[in-house]
């Protein structure tokens, strides 16, 4: 079965197809700058990649270019789109209704209109996505796969905000977390690697990207994650303030006069390692920086590791003992600097890194902790389009819904 993998963002669309159920990479690639006049499509197959600048206004015309660049005689690893069976979305924000991933219908395309409201830079390019592919192809099955699926075990006590009632009953105002489909791989992975049984294990996963956040998963459900009613909760990001006393909002819109709209665009784009580095939202930018002894890009990195600390110590607390924490995530994969800096002085939490196994830069999952660590520590690179592709195969071969 080939399974399309679609993850549609404001001006840019990623896709990866796959033979199911083997789960072997056909073609992959992105399109970027939907909409904003010169768009660039970068694409991969069989080991050679293409690149090509072509207009593209909105998202159908995109999908339309990547049905052409998959059936194309030089480019392509189908001879035509019939050949697709089903497509899988990534979508950001389901809320309360889906705990795992299902079959797209009238209903869950109304859900996940509803939620655009709470997720407003994400719902509308899925659902855009979605409505292309139901034009294109008419008759294949399509599922999502939501972002807050995975999290919705996470308890009440955990989830509401200490806030008036009404604000959640009127409004759903609460926590739901995001990164969930990533959360959800690397935890399993975790405990495959152990060899432990998914209800008995308990691990910390630290998805570390341009996005960050941390989870707490207990026998294998996800208990208490650290972003909230939006991604902008939590660790530091890449351009996200993560956790701040609210008061700071009111204070700069009562005292300095900032609209609303500003201080958004300040907490969401220029915040995080950008605002205290100065120097780039991009980690390996904020690393070169502070080699060279630029002291705001130290400090960066310095706030950005002691949150992380914060929330592992949090966590251990939450769970009561941690069979292993995981790192995930173009940071968490990749910057042993930054996964020592972390784990720092966490002897006290059972956890000791072993320093060959952290630096060893290969790119494949590993265990980097010592021997005498009580604790495991892992580094999985996640997989969340082999996770849609999995649960689109399930949801496309009639098994119901997946997660
Ligand atoms: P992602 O959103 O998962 O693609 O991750 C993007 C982040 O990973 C950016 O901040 C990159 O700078 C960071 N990143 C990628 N490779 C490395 C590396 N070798 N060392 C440190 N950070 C990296």
Do not use: W
């Amino acid at each position: 079965m080939k399974v399309l993998v679609i993850n549609c963002g404001s001006s840019s669309i990623k896709y990866q197809l796959f033979d199911m159920p083997q789960k072997e990479l056909l073609a992959k690639g992105l399109v970027e700058k939907v909409g904003e006049g010169k768009s660039i499509l970068t694409h991969q197959h069989k080991g050679r990649e293409f690149r090509s600048e072509v207009p593209v206004s909105n998202h159908e015309e995109g999908m339309k270019l990547i049905m052409k660049t998959l059936t194309d005689k030089e480019t392509g690893a189908i001879s035509d789109i019939s050949r697709i069976d089903a497509v899988g979305h990534r979508v950001v924000h389901g809320g309360e209704n889906f705990s795992g991933s299902v079959k797209i219908t009238k209903d869950v395309l109304e859900t996940i209109e509803e939620y655009a409201d709470l997720a407003p830079l994400h719902n509308p390019p899925n659902l855009a996505g979605i409505m292309a592919i139901s034009s294109i192809l008419p008759d294949v099955v399509q599922a999502a796969a939501f972002d807050t699926a995975f999290h919705q075990t996470i308890p009440q006590k955990a989830y509401m905000y200490a806030i008036p009632r009404d604000l959640y009953e009127k409004f759903g105002i609460r926590r739901y977390g995001f990164h969930g489909t990533s959360h959800r791989f690397v935890a399993r992975r975790a405990v495959t690697l152990m060899g432990k049984a998914k209800k008995e294990t308990n691990v910390i996963t630290c998805h570390l990207g341009n996005g960050c956040s941390i989870t707490a998963v207990k026998n294998g459900k996800s208990v208490d994650t650290s972003m909230g009613l939006t991604p902008l909760e939590g660790l530091v990001m890449g351009t996200r303030s993560g956790d701040i006393d609210p008061a700071i909002i009111f204070y700069l819109a009562e005292r300095q006069g900032m609209s609303t709209r500003d201080i958004n665009t300040i907490l969401n784009k220029k915040s995080g390692l950008l605002g205290v580095s100065g120097v780039s939202n991009d980690m390996r930018n904020v690393l070169e920086e502070a080699s060279k002894g630029n002291d705001k890009a130290e400090l960066a990195i310095e706030i950005f590791c002691y949150r992380i600390k914060k929330y592992i110590g949090a966590y251990t607390a939450v769970l009561g003992h941690v069979d292993a924490v995981a790192f995930t995530g173009g940071i968490g994969e990749n910057s042993a600097l930054i996964r020592e800096k972390v784990l720092d002085g966490l002897e006290c939490l059972g956890i000791r890194l072993d320093t060959n196994r952290n630096c060893d830069d290969s790119k494949a999952e590993r265990l980097i902790s010592s021997r005498d660590s009580k604790v495991d520590v892992f580094v999985i690179p996640t997989d969340e389009e082999g996770r849609i592709a999995y649960d689109t195969h399930k949801i496309a071969s009639g098994k119901g819904e997946a997660g």
